[in-house]
């Protein structure tokens, strides 16, 4: 895509629509000088400089990549306009993108009914989603993965609700014993299931916990900000392929939490969050006096914690959608490219003396360390710094992330490795660009000369 074309054909578009309303002059307090503006803008591109290259396959850090140009124009051309989608009167064009983007994201998770919107975070559609369990099961706490997103247990402290981390097994996913073990006690009223841990990309079998809460009166909601969008490639053919029992589990789950941000190719903030049954919509009901009065439909600020959302983000959804819908064939080639990256990476790793797998990559993280004699906790923690730092300086910089493990998660995978400290750090690599399939081999050698120097 041309991106400078058509981002000049959405200026043209919105100038023509507003040009039917008839000519104003602008107020004189929003004129800039030009050359101000001009000074400005050095200075703004100058310190944008500062980030690192998100857009690069080089970048092998944390959970970020640029928007699709589709979203790019998207968000853009909508935002010259502003809408605001709490309500029809603020956004009514974008609402009607939101739902049709939202249905989509239903439909891909097997949902036959649905309540849902957009938010600005997985953090929000996570408040969201145990807010509405809490209000279903009042005085009753939220089990969760140890290894889940940290956003739960802050989440369970906002609604005054207790939290209960359940042990993972030597994979990271929910201990199923674990959990039937607090279950039994009653004092729990809702599951948190995790597709796509942010650490290592870990999926909880949810397919094993139907059948809790069937037995135990659970509500389950499924945490996949991150890893999501990979239910397309459940049960799919080729070395992508994912088992197809947790992803299928989700679509009798309760509610189920996805970032766009992430792997649906958005700008931030763009979450989403999802209820099977639309009655839930009862817990949100409220009344404006100055906002709602075009429409006697149900507003999607009246089914949303949050007030003001920017219709923007919704257009932005909406129209990648229109080119790269989620389907298999959409959206779902893209995370395939990032999961063979994954899987490649990690057999070159299995291949080396100088690197180790600390487990097989479930989707598109890898996590791996230095190979250290004699192999300790603490050296392998010292290894895995250095080469982080030394992987960001010089003129061929590769960019990395670590990731804490403690000493039992550590020692349950590579019980060779002495354990004379609490944890250590491990190299993580997200390769969720899908220019990474073709750039594994070179991010393999970068660090495994750093490993060795």
């Known amino acids: 895509m041309d991106l400078q074309h058509w981002l000049g054909r959405a200026n043209d578009a ?112 996570n408040l969201e989603a145990l807010f509405v369990a809490r209000e279903l099961h009042p005085g009753r706490g939220i089990a969760y993965s140890a290894d889940a997103h940290y956003t739960h247990g802050r989440m369970c402290h906002v609604l005054g609700m207790k939290g209960y981390p359940i042990p993972v097994d030597d994979r990271g996913r929910i201990s199923i014993d674990a959990l039937e073990d607090i279950l039994r006690t009653g004092e729990v009223g809702t599951v948190v299931l995790t597709a796509g841990t942010t650490g290592l990309g870990a999926v909880d079998p949810v397919h094993s916990a139907l059948a809790l809460r069937d037995r135990y009166g659970v509500r389950l909601h499924v945490d996949a900000a991150y890893g999501g969008f990979f239910t397309l490639l459940a049960g799919a053919d080729g070395p992508e392929g994912l088992p197809a029992q947790p992803w299928r589990a989700i679509a009798p789950c309760d509610s189920i939490v996805v970032d766009p941000h992430k792997h649906g190719l958005q700008p931030y903030g763009c979450g989403a969050v999802l209820f099977r049954d639309p009655e839930v919509g009862r817990f949100y009901l409220h009344d404006s006096p100055y906002t709602y009065f075009t429409s006697s439909e149900l507003h999607l600020g009246e089914i949303s914690l949050e007030c003001s959302r920017a219709g923007a983000s919704a257009a932005a959804l909406w129209l990648t959608f229109q080119v790269l819908p989620p389907t298999p064939d959409g959206l779902g080639r893209v995370l395939g490219a990032g999961r063979r990256a994954a899987l490649r990476w990690a057999d070159l790793i299995s291949a080396s003396d100088a690197l180790e797998l600390y487990q097989q990559p479930e989707l598109d993280i890898v996590g791996y360390f230095p190979s250290v004699e004699p192999a300790t906790l603490s050296g392998v923690d010292a290894a895995s710094a250095r080469v982080l730092a030394d992987g960001m300086a010089g003129t061929d910089p590769v960019f990395l992330s670590t990731l804490k493990a403690d000493r039992d998660a550590f020692t349950a995978r590579h019980p060779k490795v002495t354990a004379d400290a609490d944890g250590a750090r491990i190299l993580r690599s997200v390769l969720m660009k899908p220019e990474s399939e073709d750039h594994v081999q070179r991010l393999h050698d970068q660090v495994t000369r750093l490993a060795r120097s």
Do not use: C
Not at 22 to 40: I, K, N, T, W
Not at 55 to 61: E, I, L, N, S
Not at 93 to 112: C, H, I, P, S
């Open 14 to 125: 919105i100038q023509q629509w507003a040009d039917t309303f008839g000519p104003y002059e602008q107020h004189p307090s929003l004129v800039v000088d030009e050359d101000r503006f001009a000074a400005a803008f050095e200075e703004l591109t100058g310190r944008l400089k500062e980030n690192y290259p998100f857009f690069h396959p080089r970048y092998a850090g944390q959970m970020l990549k640029p928007p699709h140009p589709a979203a790019v124009v998207g968000h853009l051309t909508t935002m010259l306009i502003n809408p605001n989608n709490h309500a029809l009167d603020g956004g009514p064009a974008t609402a009607r993108m939101e739902r049709e983007a939202v249905a989509q994201l239903a439909a891909m998770f097997g949902y036959d009914t649905h309540l849902g919107h957009l938010t600005t975070s997985g953090t929000i559609a």
